[in-house]
């Protein structure tokens, strides 16, 4: 029987060995739910940095400056941690919470990728031309820009998945000049760090809603 079932192999030799998959066979591409989950997560956390980060330099400001009754009269009513702060370079929120329900993924993703794009740049320049009035937060803005930059690839990463043309800035890149005095820097960091915070928080809302459809 032994040399029955030889010689019936050597006839067909291909049965010897079970078969595999083809060797010109697709990969599975990875699922991109994964990576809009991690996602939510990286933008959620940044959200609660942020906000500790603001809270913290609302801190430190009232150390430093006193309160608003201490200033000049004509500065009472533009307090850093109080007042509302803006600058002309920083990208205006896109969404209300009137417009979640329209909201698609890839609209979603590119126009928060290009506008984290832009504060990533506004912590870059903060860190770089703030001066001594920021020096105490330097730590706290480098771990933002950190996370800033690791959600920014996260986000690539799942346009790439989703095969979203990459996102790029709507208007050429103006340079930053640095802030007039003192003063101005602290301001400049409470309306970068108010803006990112709306940003992160308008994200999390549609990033959470597109997971459910």
Do not use: C
């Not at 067909?12 to 079970?18: I, L, T």
């Not at 959620?44 to 330099?57: E, G, N, V």
């Not at 009232?62 to 941690?81: C, E, I, S, Y």
């Not at 989703?162 to 400049?188: C, E, F, K, M």
Request: proline share 10%; net charge positive; aromatic share 4%.
């Amino acid at each position: 029987v032994y040399h029955l079932v030889l010689v019936v192999l050597s006839l067909w030799p291909d049965r010897a060995v079970a078969p595999g998959p083809p060797s010109g066979s697709p990969r599975v591409s990875p699922d991109p739910r994964a990576d809009l989950d991690s996602a939510v997560l990286l933008t959620r956390s940044l959200l609660a940095d942020t906000r500790q980060l603001a809270a913290q330099m609302h801190l430190k400001t009232r150390r430093a400056w006193g309160p608003p009754q201490q200033l000049p009269f004509h500065q009472r009513d533009k307090f850093p941690a109080d007042g509302d702060h803006n600058l002309d370079s920083l990208p205006t929120l896109a969404m209300s919470a009137g417009t979640l329900g329209s909201l698609q993924l890839p609209g979603v993703l590119t126009r928060l990728r290009v506008d984290l794009m832009n504060y990533l740049r506004h912590v870059q320049w903060l860190r770089r031309a703030g001066g001594p009035s920021l020096k105490t937060l330097e730590p706290e803005l480098g771990a933002l820009q950190a996370r800033l930059d690791r959600l920014l690839r996260r986000l690539q990463l799942l346009m790439s998945r989703l095969a979203l043309p990459q996102a790029t800035p709507d208007q050429p890149t103006v340079p930053l000049g640095p802030p007039a005095s003192a003063w101005g820097s602290i301001r400049a960091a409470h309306a970068i760090l108010g803006g990112l915070h709306l940003t992160l928080d308008w994200a999390v809302r549609g990033l959470l809603l597109l997971k459910t459809r």
